[in-house]
């Protein structure tokens, strides 16, 4: 028996390559096939483009696969089906950082428009047709949506008077002398699976495990392993200055009057906190890279 998953072809393609590396799974996807080989034979993959994941996944072509919140919700405000669909994890990262991805309403920055009520009548253009049409029907506001086939932020004032578009820090609408008006969602991406597939129990297992280590992987992100001994008389101060995902471990060694301490810190950290470490009487201190972090 197999799991049918999908992964995201395009931005997001890199990132999730190197998700599944450290959560364990090697994946090489080449760029001439849509077919990418996973070393676990009991997974088949197929690169699908994130827009269209949810389709696939909820028509049983997928049994699971990987797409934004944001495609889900656009998904199933057209034809999709509610309720069809269920998230097995919440994996927080996106093709530049581990945070998740804004879609934004921006318009020119010389433009009078200052909130979604100055767009009443307007044209704007964006791939997130649904949503935004959703978005602004809420507020009461009519306007024309467009779809947008890519390269959006340029449109703005000539082909559209205003965008929502992705974003993860802001610069490329900045670069384009756009200005952010309003949030219209928050997303990132989620492991999902159909009902027919959470129905089966070797599939509902294999999946449970694959978000286990993909989510363990996340949380290893950007964190390292520090260990380092002290003496039994020097520990309460070496303690003060160590954060720890719960508590630091305490070991006993061989020689009863030092011990050794063994925690997890953020690895922007490590650099100010060494020399501090080394300073109230820390040694042997070794900090080392982590993959994973099952909590």
Not at 34 to 53: F, G, K
Not at 105 to 114: I, K, Q, T, W
Not at 144 to 154: K, P, R
């Amino acid at each position: 028996m197999t799991l049918k998953l999908g992964l995201p072809k395009g931005s997001l393609q890199d990132a999730t390559v190197q998700l599944f590396a450290r959560a364990g799974f090697n994946v090489y996807a080449s760029s001439r096939s849509y077919v990418p080989t996973i070393d676990d034979p009991e997974i088949e993959c197929l690169l699908i483009r994130a827009q269209e994941m949810a389709r696939y996944v909820s028509d049983g072509v997928l049994d699971a696969g990987l797409t934004g919140q944001d495609w889900i919700a656009e998904h199933e405000l057209g034809d999709g089906t509610t309720g069809v669909l269920t998230s097995i994890a919440d994996l927080i990262y996106a093709k530049q950082s581990f945070g998740k991805v804004r879609w934004v309403l921006a318009a020119p920055e010389d433009s009078a428009v200052r909130s979604a009520a100055d767009l009443e009548g307007k044209t704007i253009a964006t791939e997130l047709v649904r949503v935004t049409r959703a978005y602004f029907a809420r507020r009461g506001v009519t306007v024309n949506v467009e779809f947008s086939w890519g390269a959006t932020e340029v449109k703005p004032p000539v082909l559209a008077d205003a965008i929502v578009e992705a974003t993860e820090t802001g610069s490329t609408l900045r670069a384009n002398r756009l200005r952010i008006i309003e949030t219209v969602m928050q997303s990132n991406t989620q492991l999902i699976a159909n009902q027919a597939a959470l129905a089966d129990a070797w599939k509902r297992t294999k999946l449970e495990n694959l978000a286990l280590l993909l989510k363990a992987a996340i949380e290893a992100q950007g964190r390292v392993g520090l260990m380092l001994n002290v003496r039994r008389v020097d520990l309460d101060g070496v303690l003060a200055l160590l954060p720890a995902l719960q508590r630091p471990t305490i070991s006993a060694l061989s020689d009863e009057q030092w011990v050794a301490v063994n925690t997890i810190i953020e690895e922007r950290t490590a650099r100010d906190l060494i020399p501090r470490l080394k300073a109230a009487h820390a040694q042997g201190i070794v900090e080392y890279p982590l993959n994973k972090i099952v909590l």
